[in-house]
Nanobody
Framework: QVQLVESGGGLVQAGGSLRLSCAAS????????MGWFRQAPGKEREFVAAIRWSGGSTYYGNSVKGRFTMSRDNAKKTVYLQMNSLKPEDTAVYYC???????????????????WGQGTQVTVSS
């Protein structure tokens, strides 16, 4: 089992940058595929980015491709989401998620993840 704690959210102007972190507990973090999702008020939870357990492959949602970068540091049991060129439509609560999986493909659906953090608010002003 793993527990996840996100940090790094806040208020930023359009065009700015933020880096989110997700710290995980548990001894087998390196066996977990990780993902970032976001949810704006009144909308469904949306896939943002995912990374394989080994960190070898990443995948991004179309709305963030080219602007966001996900990475992981297994030694620190932490994943990161570097967000650049932020837009007001990026405003949402951002959630970190984990799935015990050594699959070759990245996981991009909400239902594929068993563990979730509490979320961190990102607000982008225009």
């Amino acid at each position: 089992q793993v527990q996840l704690v996100e940090s790094g959210g806040g208020l930023v102007q359009a065009g700015g940058s933020l880096r989110l972190s997700c710290a995980a507990s548990g001894r087998t973090f390196s066996s977990y595929a990780m993902g970032w999702f976001r949810q704006a008020p009144g909308k469904e939870r949306e896939f943002v980015a995912a990374i394989r357990w080994s960190g070898g492959s990443t995948y991004y949602g179309n709305s963030v491709k080219g602007r966001f970068t996900m990475s992981r540091d297994n030694a620190k049991k932490t994943v990161y989401l570097q967000m650049n060129s932020l837009k007001p439509e990026d405003t949402a609560v951002y959630y970190c998620a984990a799935a015990e999986s050594r699959a070759t493909m990245v996981l991009i659906s909400v239902g594929q993840y068993a563990y979730w953090g509490q979320g961190t608010q990102v607000t982008v002003s225009s």
